[in-house]
């Protein structure tokens, strides 16, 4: 492997976490104090990223980066948008940063985003942080117009392809999973019209089990069948809201 950089390419990681409180995004600390008045102090945070390696694709080089913030190795992830303008990196904060680490700014990157609970990150410091979507802090770079332009490709991703699951356990529960498409699209659905809905589709498939623990009324199990959804989807195959 060659672990040379190339100097002009990074990988920007936007990662979804679907909890109990809703979506949210893993972001990294950024921290740099000179101890000199002339150079402000930064305390703040951005996305993970990190510069692509001679060896690698894109592809490795953001699964790389993933796997070494949250060392696993099985999620799914989408290249969704390059980030080139020149003007992108202009803040003083963001210039100081990158002289700091000599890293030229005009740099482009290749910005993913990828999808998991948030139960399957364990956090190891204070320096990678959950926030939730609507509760993101003031970030480095440009970094924030990447989080709304890979929150507006999931948004639009759920409802064209079985994404959605990608945020449920192996098996869950029907309304678990109309929290998950509530969260992610940033709606209110009915119950009611959501499970006639639900009970549908043959690609959700009830399992002889229930959920118990969580109210006082245990709740059925399903699975998602990719085998079953790519054998009968149709472009009417997923919910409709």
């Known amino acids: 492997m060659d672990f040379r950089k190339i100097p002009n390419v990074s990988i920007d990681c936007v990662i979804f976490g679907l909890s109990t409180n809703g979506i949210n995004i893993l972001l990294s600390k950024r921290s740099l104090n000179m101890h000199d008045e002339k150079y402000p102090v930064i305390d703040d945070w951005m996305l993970t990223s990190g510069h692509v390696l001679k060896d690698e694709s894109l592809d490795e080089s953001a699964m790389r980066i993933f796997q070494e913030l949250t060392g696993i190795k099985q999620v799914y992830f989408k290249q969704f948008r390059t980030f080139g303008n020149p003007e992108r990196v202009k803040n003083h904060k ?5 002289t700091s680490r000599d890293i030229n700014p005009r740099v482009i990157s290749v910005a993913y985003y990828f999808l998991l609970p948030t139960e399957k990150v364990t956090l190891k410091n204070d320096n990678v942080k959950w926030f939730h979507i609507k509760k993101v802090p003031p970030l480095g770079f440009d970094h924030e117009e990447i989080i ?11 409802m064209v392809e079985p994404t959605i699951f990608e945020f449920l ?12 498409y509530q969260s992610v699209l940033d709606i209110t659905i ?9 009970i549908g ?41």
């Open 201 to 241: 589709k043959t690609y959700i498939v009830p399992l002889p089990e229930k959920r118990t623990g969580i109210s006082k009324k245990p709740a059925n199990l399903y699975m998602f069948s990719r085998d079953i959804f790519e054998k009968t989807k149709t472009k009417h195959q997923l919910i409709n809201f």
């Open 169 to 180: 356990p192996d098996k869950f529960t029907l309304n678990e999973l109309q929290q998950a």
């Open 148 to 158: 709304t332009r890979a929150y507006d490709d999931l948004k639009q991703k759920v």
């Open 94 to 98: 963001d210039l100081l940063w990158l």
């Open 190 to 198: 009915d119950n009611r019209n959501f499970r006639k809905k639900i």
